[in-house]
């Protein structure tokens, strides 16, 4: 049973900073790209930043120069770090693991950034 259980999230003021992480348990880690996605109210979830077992990066262009992922295969750990956060960027925030046709999903943080 493959479990990804995020945490880290809460209220900001705009500018500030929050770390997310994301704990992964049941699963050999290190083999999956990771991602943090995020939804909207009403709208379906959207792509913030993946990393790969090897530790190359992707972000959507909203949050690049903003917002950092990373990971320590060691902790079976994956990290969001935002900073300047804006108002724009509250949301529910969760945590992907892939690894071909296996597909594992965290609860989800509520991240308000307040202006």
């Known amino acids: 049973q493959v479990q990804l259980v995020e945490s880290g999230g809460g209220l900001v003021q705009a500018g500030g900073s929050l770390r997310l992480s994301c704990a992964a348990s049941?699963?050999?880690?290190?083999?999956?790209?990771m991602g943090w996605y995020r939804r909207f109210p009403g709208k379906q979830r959207e792509l913030v930043a993946t990393?790969?077992?090897?530790?190359?990066?992707n972000y959507a262009d909203s949050v690049k120069d903003r917002f950092t992922i990373s990971r320590d295969n060691a902790e079976n750990t994956v990290y969001l770090q935002m900073n300047s956060l804006k108002p724009e960027d509250t949301a529910v925030y969760y945590c992907r693991g892939t690894s071909g046709l296996s597909n594992y999903w965290g609860q989800g943080t509520q991240v308000t950034v307040s202006s």
């Open positions: 049941g699963t050999r880690f290190s083999i999956y790209v």
């Open positions: 990393i790969t077992s090897g530790g190359s990066t």
